[in-house]
């Protein structure tokens, strides 16, 4: 969830290799016209596996005339789990619908499943106040502006009432999805937080461009944090159920690639494909080609099929993190299948929706280019996905996922026709999961 936050985006370094800078240069050199895909126009249908559109409601009416076929609309906080339901209920050939709290908000959350909280589902002003020392990290005694920081929050939500009301959302919704969840060791808590609980009406209109409650625009940042412990106890228990339910999951990672990777990899710790020593591969090579061409997708039909303590499916949202940590969950060995989805506001260095056609698309820095190139270079063609990680449907989600498409399709040197293809199986491949049915 990144689209939602302002950029100011800065010049590409003169020098910078990018395979994604649609420069006017480049439009007007035949050669490079030959490799990108700037100067074409973009085919379909097109997917979106990561947004946010409920955060502005007045916009969705915009998705029966967007260019994306489909996309992943993602839930965040208490005030728009329902809108989300609401929209996938509305437009469900266009809105695949996904519910989960994401980490921005996970100190709003208390987690009632510790023995040692209280079993009366209420949360009294002594449980609120040691709720958020503990989640915040606060040290004793409680600095003035500590106290006040806290008598601004509201009353944490119970963990189970959550967990209860998403399992109801799942039964209700066989095809949705669990995110957005996550570990994320950057963000900030914003100063006095706005309380109100409720999202807008479905029924009336809002009569300017106002965002649903809860959002973290236009607030100033205080120095408090969330502690990363907190934060996996609540993506394990977002991870427990989708598992029980064998959904996808959409993950938020931010500067904490090597924790996240530490919190998948222990749920399916005792799980992973024994892999073949080099006898046993030459003894199946001898015997016929099966397992040389269809390994990996014999082995997640089968982790599909049965219940296991970790989702089928993950994808990392807007995949920051370097190409080794991408390869350690693309190994043979890894039982849960993992995508990698990439946005223009994370990975391209900001979005670009006021620049011409074939301006160049900002970028911070030569590094921030390498990067993305690195990894997507790296990755299984059937690992890769895109998305707009955008706050309102419209003109600018298109825009700027068409732009992280034709950058995919620059860095693995596809045509457009054939990353639209390949981006659409992989799609179809991440959102496809036979939920089982609880009594």
């Known amino acids: 969830m990144c689209g939602s936050i302002p950029h100011s985006p800065s010049a590409p370094a003169v020098n910078s290799p990018s395979p994604f800078a649609d420069s006017a240069a480049a439009a007007a050199d035949d050669d490079d016209n030959s490799t990108r895909t700037s100067h074409l126009p973009m ?39 329902i809108l989300v339901a609401r ?17 921005w908000f996970s100190h709003l959350l208390l987690d009632d499943l510790l023995a040692s909280e209280s079993e009366s589902g209420s949360v009294s002003a002594a449980d609120k106040d040691a709720h958020y020392i503990r989640v915040l990290d606060l040290k004793s005694p409680l600095t003035p502006a500590d106290r006040a920081f806290i008598a601004d929050l509201p009353a944490p939500t119970p963990l189970s009432s959550f967990l209860a009301q998403t399992e109801a959302l799942l039964r209700q919704h066989p095809h949705a999805l669990v995110g957005e969840v996550g570990l994320d060791r950057a963000f900030r808590l914003p100063v006095h937080p706005s309380p109100s609980p409720l999202p807008p009406s479905s029924s009336t209109p809002p009569a300017h461009d106002a ?12 120095p408090y944090r969330v502690s990363p412990t907190h934060q996996i106890r609540l993506l394990t228990a977002h991870l427990r159920l989708a598992a029980a339910y064998r959904r996808p999951v959409s993950i938020h ?14 749920m399916w710790r005792g799980w992973e494909h024994e892999l073949p020593n080099r006898r046993q591969r030459r003894q199946r090579q001898r015997q016929d ?9 014999l082995a997640t039909a089968d982790t599909d099929a049965k219940e296991t303590p970790f989702p089928p499916k993950i994808c990392l949202h807007s995949f920051s993190g370097p190409k080794d ?3 350690r969950y693309t190994h043979a060995s890894v039982p849960c299948k993992v995508f990698f989805s990439f946005s223009s506001a994370v990975n391209l260095g900001g979005t670009a929706f006021n620049a011409p056609p074939l301006g160049t698309p900002p970028l911070p820095n030569a590094a921030a280019a390498q990067k993305f190139t ?44 054939q990353g639209v293809q390949q981006i659409k199986q992989n799609y179809q491949d991440f959102i496809r999961v036979e939920a089982l049915t609880k009594a």
């Open 43 to 81: 085919p379909g249908p097109l997917f979106d596996a990561h947004c946010h559109p409920t955060d502005h409601m007045h916009a969705t009416a915009l998705i029966p005339h967007m260019h994306a076929a489909q996309l992943i609309a993602m839930a965040t906080r208490a005030q728009d789990q």
């Open 87 to 103: 929209l996938a209920a509305a437009q469900p050939q266009r809105v695949v619908p996904a519910f989960g709290w994401h980490p």
């Open 211 to 222: 965002p649903t409650p809860g959002t973290r625009l236009a607030r100033r940042l205080s």
């Open 253 to 266: 990672g931010v500067q904490a690639h090597g924790l996240l990777y530490e919190t998948l990899s222990s």
């Open 289 to 297: 080609d099966l397992f040389d061409s269809d390994s990996e997708t």
């Open 325 to 327: 940590f991408a390869l």
């Open 374 to 417: 690195a990894v997507v270079a790296a990755l299984p063609a059937d690992r890769i996905l895109a998305e707009s990680d955008l706050d309102a449907a419209g003109p600018r989600m298109d825009f700027e996922l068409q732009r992280v498409y034709r950058a995919i399709c620059d860095v693995r040197g596809w045509t457009l026709d």
